[in-house]
Every structure is written in structure tokens, then in C-alpha cells.
């Protein structure tokens, strides 16, 4: 069954912005630490930032400053807030569940992904 | 910053035989390690989470073993399905959270 749901992605070009989005039609995410996670075309996963249930919020230094992470519970989403994109934030962006505490900071639910692609 | 170093980057076997796939820590990391499979075109899936206990649903076939900076995922017998990239993954010493370069397993 389908748990996180993103959107958003598509193609942009360098400098620009996007707002990705994340809902979870089966749990509330502001009980849980959400983050998203990249995967560049034929690359490794990377980190990028992460939202802890009290509001915290932490990222890359490879996105610091130019990207924002943030909640909305009213309607069960978090966000991925791009600016002044660059062509190495072209990648598959993931959201994922991080399970701090019973699985010792584990990515245990992912969703499908969104393609963001940064070109002129 | 930890750097998860996954050894090797591809691994050619048979259906049936056993792998074994490493990851190293640049620093001691506890046992704060989990595996991800990841298919083409899928997200990845959590396998193992805090070392060596297998997530839900996840045959027992799969387990992980560790501890410190040497870490290793060992399935026992390969099912076709198996055949993917495997991914470690740390959350000892963050930010940044971080994840391993991936090592492939190919059918030989």
C-alpha cells in the first residue's frame, strides 16, 4: 500500500525554484521525523534534510542555505522548499519516514519519488 | 563526517550461493547501521536496521553482523529477486546522515 505520496518535481533551470511535496495518507507526520534523500541519474542515495517532530530541522551542507524543509499537519505533508537550483540538484528526490528511536535511525517507509531536473 | 566505504562495488554470483557485502566506517559508529535493496526504477527498502535485525517482512535469509567501523550483510542463499544494489547506511555521527557508495549484486 501506497504510504508517502511526493509531487512537485519536473524541470527547472539553474537559479530557479521548486516546492516538493510529501503526504502520508497512512500516519501523521508530525509525530515522526520525515527527510528527504537524492539519488542522482546513476548515482548513489545522499541525505538532504531532515524534520524532527518538534520542529528541528537540519540539512546537507550541500544544500544549506538554499533549501528549506517544513510541515504542514493540517493537511499531513512535508515539504522540500528548493531555491537557486543547480544542475547538480538534478536527481530523484525521495521523502522517507526516519525512525529515530525503535529502529535506531532507519529510512523504514519511502515514497515512489520525484524527478527534479535542473537545465537550460 | 563518516564515510560508509561499501566493498565490493559489484559482486557476480549464482542464484543459490551466499554473499557477503561489507561496509566500513571512517569512525566508530556503534551499532548504528542499517542495509537498504534498492531494483531499478524503485525506491529503496529497509532491510536490516541497528546491525543485525531484519524489518518487517524481510526474509531471513538476509542478516546483517558488526560492530565498531566493520559491518556486513550476508544473504545465505541468493533468490532471483536478490539481485539488486545494496546500500549501507549510518546515523552515529550526524548531520549529515550518511550512506555507503552501494554495492551491486549481479547474476554471474
Known amino acids: 500500500e501506497v504510504q508517502l505520496v511526493e509531487s512537485g518535481g519536473g524541470l527547472v533551470q539553474p537559479g530557479g525554484s521548486l516546492r516538493l511535496s510529501c503526504s502520508a495518507p497512512?500516519?501523521?507526520?508530525?509525530?515522526?521525523?520525515m527527510s528527504w534523500v537524492r539519488q542522482a541519474p546513476g548515482e548513489g542515495l545522499e541525505w538532504v534534510s531532515i524534520?524532527?517532530?518538534?520542529?528541528?530541522?537540519y540539512y546537507a551542507d550541500s544544500v544549506k542555505g538554499r533549501f528549506t524543509i517544513s510541515r504542514d499537519n493540517s493537511k499531513n505533508t512535508v515539504y522540500l522548499q528548493m531555491n537557486s537550483l543547480r544542475a547538480e540538484d538534478t536527481a530523484v528526490y525521495y521523502c522517507?519516514?526516519?525512525?529515530?528511536?525503535?529502529?535506531?535511525?532507519?529510512?523504514?517507509?519511502w515514497g515512489q519519488g520525484t524527478m527534479v531536473t535542473v537545465s537550460s | 563526517e563518516i564515510v560508509l566505504t561499501q566493498s565490493p562495488a559489484t559482486l557476480s554470483l549464482s542464484p543459490g550461493e551466499r554473499a557477503t557485502l561489507s561496509c566500513r566506517a571512517s569512525?566508530?559508529?556503534?551499532?548504528?547501521l542499517a542495509w537498504y535493496q534498492q531494483k531499478p526504477g524503485q525506491a529503496p527498502r529497509l532491510l536490516i536496521y541497528?546491525?543485525?535485525n531484519r524489518a518487517t517482512g524481510i526474509p531471513a535469509r538476509f542478516s546483517g553482523s558488526g560492530s565498531g567501523t566493520d559491518f556486513t550483510l550476508t544473504i545465505s542463499s541468493l533468490e532471483p529477486e536478490d539481485f539488486a544494489v545494496y546500500y549501507c547506511?549510518?546515523?552515529?555521527?550526524?548531520?549529515?546522515?550518511?550512506f555507503g557508495g552501494g554495492t551491486k549484486v549481479e547474476i554471474k
Open positions: 522517507a519516514r526516519t525512525n529515530w528511536n525503535a529502529l535506531r535511525g532507519a529510512f523504514d517507509i
Open positions: 497512512r500516519f501523521t507526520v508530525s509525530t515522526n521525523y
Open positions: 524534520i524532527y517532530s518538534g520542529g528541528s530541522t
Open positions: 569512525q566508530s559508529i556503534s551499532s548504528y
Open positions: 541497528d546491525t543485525s
Open positions: 547506511q549510518q546515523r552515529s555521527n550526524w548531520p549529515p546522515l550518511t
